[in-house]
């Protein structure tokens, strides 16, 4: 392949309505989701369950939010790294983002529209909702065919149980250039699955003992049009120790990562020290 040519990423069908675990549709998807995964680190994901007019509506509501004055939106505050207000930063002048932790649960979701809205804007809280609600069915088919592929789907339940979403809303200003410029530089998740929906596995990477790994990208933009877009962050929860299972630890792959607490390793990679392109091998790899 030229090596100027534009990498396409695989893309995966998660429409189909036989597409139920033990079937063969299913086995299928598996095993392009782990090849797509170990050869990219990414895949991109055709998913039919959200309607219309839901994304039209999520849309909408982005673009009402992001209008807010910039003291309101300021007031979205979080204790945790880059979950709250993000914009107005010298080296990323065309990004802003605004977290929503828990954005499945409506409660959630309302009480975070309040922050913006005091008296309340229920139409902007029930279609943040909805629509997290329906890409959490696509993140959680995606890791149990993960767990399948590496023959760990004991651990299921414990894996679902032990994480919570993050929803990011984003906004890319147009540069009002001809060239492109870098709306957000290269980096990785430091999550478990990151889907990014229109306009990834870090955390897994431990948990799997380095069997996946997370991969770099970047937005770039050009022209004088804004760009919206959606990511749905899997989160572990505070307090839930990150350990890969011992089927996944043998001579052949000896342990990568010491069991570490999610929250406190976000302390570390957000801090000075822990800026390192391997965060996660700098702050709890095993020394072989």
């Known amino acids: 392949m030229d090596s100027q040519s534009p990498l396409k990423l695989p893309v995966i069908d998660f429409t189909k309505p036989e597409l139920k675990p033990g079937t063969p549709e299913w086995d299928l998807a598996k095993g392009q989701v782990q090849q797509a995964l170990q050869h990219y680190g ?22 009402e939010l992001f209008d807010l004055p910039l003291q309101i939106k300021s007031r979205n505050v979080s204790e945790i790294p880059y979950h709250g207000y993000i914009g107005q930063h010298p080296k990323i002048p065309l990004f802003e983002s605004i977290g929503f932790d828990d954005a499945d649960v409506i409660e959630k979701a309302e009480a975070q529209t309040r ?37 760990v789907e004991k651990y299921v339940d414990e894996h679902m149980d032990s994480t919570g ?17 870098v709306g957000l ?13 229109q306009n990834e596995v870090n955390g897994l990477e431990a948990w799997l003992n380095g069997r996946l790994k997370a ?18 962050f899997t989160i572990p929860k505070a307090g839930y120790m990150i350990k890969a ?9 000896p342990l990568l990562y010491n069991p570490f607490d999610y929250a406190q390793f976000l302390g570390f990679y957000f801090s000075n020290e822990g800026r390192y392109q391997s965060g996660l091998k700098a702050y709890c790899g095993v020394q072989h």
């Open 42 to 63: 990414c895949f991109e994901a055709l998913f039919d369950k959200i309607p219309l007019e839901t994304r039209e509506a999520v849309f909408g509501a982005m673009e």
């Open 115 to 151: 922050t913006f809205w005091p008296q309340g804007n229920p139409s902007f809280s029930k279609t943040i909702q909805s629509f997290t609600k329906q890409l959490t069915e696509l993140d959680q088919m995606i890791r149990r065919m993960i767990l399948e592929s590496f023959q």
């Open 165 to 181: 979403y993050l929803l990011k809303v984003m906004k890319y200003e147009g540069p009002k250039t001809s060239g492109t410029q």
């Open 185 to 197: 530089g290269a980096h990785t998740d430091q999550d478990v699955v990151t889907i990014l929906y």
């Open 215 to 232: 991969t770099y990208h970047r937005v770039m933009m050009s022209g004088d049009k804004p760009r919206y877009s959606l990511g749905l």
């Open 245 to 253: 299972p011992e089927e996944l630890v043998d001579e052949a792959h």
